[in-house]
């Protein structure tokens, strides 16, 4: 049987963690199937086409899915999802929303946030905010995962897959709930999901002025993404799509600054697979200091401004 890969879409262009979505499939057996939803997505259509090891494609381009609704989506996973054994998502909210519906209706076991694939029925996940590791088996003939995109290399290359294309007839759509208004964050930055560099700021700051002040000529010296620990968020510092950690975003980067942030648990849960971490605190004693690379002991205040400056 084959895998059914599910794309998160941004204005209907293709989200690369696609390409991590295609690397964690071609650990299982079978053909991959790319299912793309939404409404003018033509792009991402087109992306598609170049995906290595991508051998259908499956479009649903309606009006009535331009709203991301989960429960949509749902709906259009359930019509195709008895035709394979896996289906893909990644651990994103776009994935968290729609896949243990999907699973539920199947009455199938869904393995959330994995991070390892041995073969088509062995799995690897997190638990205890990445304290264990837990290896799982699976043996049911649907499995569905949702994937931590920053375990997975991304496939590379561009190639003519010669994808069969399919559109599908849209089943009938629930109209539980209605999208009133949608605020997206815009940024010139780098995303934070997939940033080679990450500067990262907590309640250390000490405001949402000094956040900004300190933070972001920083990033802008590394061409960094910025993010926050939750403390941050909670105070204001920082918008909320900024969140690493066990409850907002889990990522690797190659750099990862940490200032002004204690190393709590749950956000070491969302950067410990960072390649090089620097943690700058005053605290001689703070945790995140267990986990750093190098370790810079003093005032914020003083250190960033001296650090971009060097730079
Ligand atoms: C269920 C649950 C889920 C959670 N999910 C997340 C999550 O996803 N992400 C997350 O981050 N947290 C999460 N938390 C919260 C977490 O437990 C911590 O409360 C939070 O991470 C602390 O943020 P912080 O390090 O910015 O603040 P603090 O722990 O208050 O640390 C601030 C640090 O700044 C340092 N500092 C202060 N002033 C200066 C200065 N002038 N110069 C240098 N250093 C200075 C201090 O020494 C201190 O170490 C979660 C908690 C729970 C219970």
Known sequence: MANLIIAELEKSSLKSSVRQLITA??????????????????????????????????????????????????????????????????????????????????????????????????????????????????????????????????????EDNQAEITHLALPDLPQLSQRIALQLHESSRPNLDSAKIVVSGGRGLGSEENFHQLLEPLADKLSAALGASRAAVDLGYAPNDYQVGQTGKIIAPQLYIAVGISGAIQHLAGMKNSKCIVAINKDPDAAIFSIADYSLVGDLNEVVPELTSKL
């Open 25 to 158: 499939a071609n650990k299982l057996q079978g053909d991959n199937h790319l299912l793309l939803i939404g409404y003018q997505i033509g792009d991402a259509l087109a992306q598609a086409k170049q995906l290595p090891g991508i051998k259908k494609i499956l479009v649903v381009d309606n009006p009535a899915l331009g709203d991301e609704s989960p429960e949509k989506t749902t709906e259009i996973v359930l019509s195709i999802a008895t035709n394979y054994s896996h289906i893909l998502t990644p651990a994103s909210a776009f994935g968290k929303n729609f896949l243990p519906r999907v699973a539920a209706r199947l009455d199938m076991t869904q393995i959330s946030d994995v991070i390892a694939i041995q073969d088509a029925t062995h799995f690897s996940r997190p638990i205890y905010a990445g304290s264990l590791i837990a290896d799982i088996e699976v043996t049911e003939s649907i499995i569905p995962l949702t994937i931590r995109i920053s375990a997975f290399d991304a496939v590379m290359g561009d």
